[in-house]
């Protein structure tokens, strides 16, 4: 089955600075890949997601990069904010029904 | 928010005993997945229901058992409890998986479950 490795488990900022989660992934036919956020003590909340058929999407200050050949996506966060702190998680889905997780990223941005 | 609703929130029981969690999926969704997120790690499949039928399942033994209703919300049923049921439950819903297009899944806030 798939395998989803998320880098780094945690990650300071100072506020205003960028922010970068990268993650790669094993199975070739995983095809969409959504990035979500959770806060402490609610389910996680999908921030972006990708398709295979496109290498970059932006909304704001987030954006996803996918690299199909090397197997690996990223999120970037610009311009942090102090809101912005929670576990960020990605994730990949293939042809399954299910979509398999990475162990998660806790940001932390420092006012 | 999403519009997917669970309950209860939090629930505490003991090794043995069996536990049934519910899951009401977002307006305009009719399927549901359930996944188990153990304490500092990411969220685990265990099993999605489509038109009220299991529709795939992840590495969970069958005392995981679950249900979907003509309304498509869900229910998680899990007998025998272990000490390594402890975790929180969340539920899923996104559209019809039959289009061939991965559909994105949207979460509830999940159930909170100690077994001691």
């Known amino acids: 089955g798939e395998n989803v490795e998320q880098h780094p488990s945690t990650l300071s900022v100072q506020e205003g600075d960028s922010a970068v989660i990268k993650c790669t992934y094993s199975?070739?036919?995983?095809?969409?890949f959504p990035w979500y956020k959770q806060e402490l003590g609610k389910g996680p909340q999908l921030i972006i997601d990708?398709?295979?058929?496109?290498g970059e999407k932006k909304d704001q200050r987030i954006a996803v990069t996918l690299n199909k050949t090397a197997k690996h996506f990223s999120l970037h966060i610009t311009e942090t904010q102090p809101e912005d702190s929670a576990v960020y998680f990605c994730a990949a889905g293939g042809a399954g029904n299910q979509f398999y997780f990475g162990t998660g990223t806790s940001l932390t941005v420092i006012p | 928010e999403t519009g997917v609703t669970q309950s209860p929130t939090h629930l505490i029981k003991t090794r043995g005993q069996q536990v049934t969690l519910r899951c009401s999926s977002q307006s305009g969704h009719n399927t549901v997945s359930w996944y188990q997120q153990a304490l500092g790690q990411g969220p685990q499949f265990i099993f999605q229901?489509?038109?009220?039928?299991?529709?795939g399942r992840g590495n969970f033994p069958p005392r995981f058992s679950g249900l979907q209703f003509p309304n498509y919300s869900s229910e998680l049923n899990v007998n025998a409890l272990e000490l390594d049921d402890s975790a929180l439950y969340l539920c899923?819903?996104?559209?019809?998986?039959?289009?061939?297009?991965?559909?994105?899944?949207?979460f509830g806030p999940g159930t909170r479950l100690l077994v001691l």
């Open positions: 199975d070739s036919a995983s095809n969409y």
């Open positions: 229901y489509y038109r009220e039928e299991e529709n």
């Open positions: 899923a819903s996104s559209l019809d998986p039959s289009g061939g297009v991965k559909e994105t899944q949207y």
């Open positions: 990708i398709r295979s058929n496109v």
